[in-house]
């Protein structure tokens, strides 16, 4: 297993998670090819995206079915500046690649947001730490092993 996904898999365990990380031949760097490779609903892929929130990394849980309008999600948040992380800053915020980050493995803390929409599906996937890697869980699951902040994403 690649040490990325390892990582994952650990902090799932020691989050008392249980959930196997899959490694994949097909890509899921994005929602749609997830759901593909997975034969899920997009909107069941949650899709772990960095902001820059007044000069901090902050992780959205979205689902996959969403786009998040920054400026909804600023006022939201009341911050007073919020744009997409760069793939440099991703990486050294969650030590994974774009595409393959996931809600937990991370070396240092992050604030988490999570998308109320994924409490619709009964299954939700989620990246294990690259593009070709996921796990299932569930959204309270999801919720409680990042100690996410519930949020309406538009």
Known sequence: MHPNSQAVADALAARGIRAEVRELEESTRTAAEAARALGCPVGAIANSLVFMVDGQPVLVLT??????????????????????????????????????????????????????????????????????????????ALRAATAAQEIEVD
Do not use: C, K, M, N
Not at 65 to 70: G, K, L, P, Y
């Open 63 to 140: 689902s996959g079915a969403h786009r998040v309008e920054v400026d909804a999600l600023a006022t939201r948040l009341g911050a007073a500046t919020l744009e997409r992380a760069t793939p440099e800053q991703v990486r050294a915020a969650t030590g994974q690649p774009i595409g393959g980050v996931a809600p937990v493995g991370h070396p240092a803390g992050l604030r988490v947001l999570i998308d109320t929409a994924l409490s619709a599906y009964g299954e939700i996937w989620a990246a294990a730490g690259t593009p070709h890697s996921v796990f299932a869980t569930t959204y309270g």
